[in-house]
T-cell receptor, first 113, second 116 residues
Framework: DQQVKQNSPSLSVQEGRISILNCDYT??????FLWYKKYPAEGPTFLIS?????DKNEDGRFTVFLNKSAKHLSLHIVPSQPGDSAVYFC????????????FGAGTRLFVKA | ETGVTQSPTHLIKTRGQQVTLRCSSQ?????VSWYQQALGQGPQFIFQ???????GRGNFPPRFSGLQFPNYSSELNVNALELDDSALYLC???????????????FGSGTRLTVV
């Protein structure tokens, strides 16, 4: 039961351009959504989050958009830099007998110089 | 401040054996979550501990159990190991049971468990 789906296994973008990573979810009870970045041999690193009552959150080069009616969120990185090359995980949280965070399978981003 | 530390980094066990993985949470963090990440997949939530009590669990059988100690460090125990238990096990901490979902968890680098 994949409640959080990242349908693109990989994405390649030119340095300086915009990277758009997409995520779909099925559980309407999720109340927070988060994006994490993971480099090889390291644990995931938190990037940005958004509450389900908002539709946009911005932090520097990173912006997350939430479309609740479509159960879809996206992460925009602009401008993209080679150091952004990593695996990006979308995650969603729900408070059900404690807090549970469900991760997607990840999208590998390649930013070409 | 130190981050999340996990030990050991790599481990090989035989099917049917038991294993204990350890995690030291980041200073000031009283909540610890454990995740299993199989190859090519995202982390799967195993359970969360807040102030030494389990307060959330994913779809994992009872042979996956845990402990949290007064200093907020934690252990993940897996009994009767199966080949499918081979994965990267990640520990994550946060300064409160709700903080992780708002401000993100701090993850360790993980323990790579191989069951043969």
């Amino acid at each position: 039961d994949q409640q959080v789906k990242q349908n693109s296994p990989s994405l390649s973008v030119q340095e300086g351009r915009i990277s758009i990573l997409n995520c779909d979810y099925t559980n309407s009870m999720f109340d927070y959504f988060l994006w994490y970045k993971k480099y090889p041999a390291e644990g995931p690193t938190f990037l940005i989050s958004i509450s389900s009552i908002k539709d946009k959150n911005e932090d520097g080069r990173f912006t997350v958009f939430l479309n609740k009616s479509a159960k879809h969120l996206s992460l925009h990185i602009v401008p993209s830099q080679p150091g952004d090359s990593a695996v990006y995980f979308c995650a969603a949280s729900v408070k059900s007998g404690g807090f549970k965070t469900i991760f997607g399978a990840g999208t590998r981003l390649f930013v070409k110089a | 401040e130190t981050g999340v530390t996990q030990s050991p980094t790599h481990l090989i066990k035989t099917r049917g054996q038991q294993v204990t993985l350890r995690c030291s949470s980041q200073s000031g963090h009283n909540t610890v979550s454990w995740y299993q990440q199989a190859l090519g997949q995202g982390p799967q939530f195993i359970f969360q501990y807040y102030r030494e009590e389990e307060n959330g669990r994913g779809n994992f059988p009872p042979r996956f159990s845990g402990l949290q100690f007064p200093n907020y460090s934690s252990e993940l125990n897996v009994n009767a190991l199966e080949l499918d238990d081979s994965a990267l096990y990640l520990c994550a901490s946060s300064p409160g049971q709700g903080a992780g979902v708002h401000y993100g968890y701090t993850f360790g680098s993980g323990t790579r468990l191989t069951v043969v």
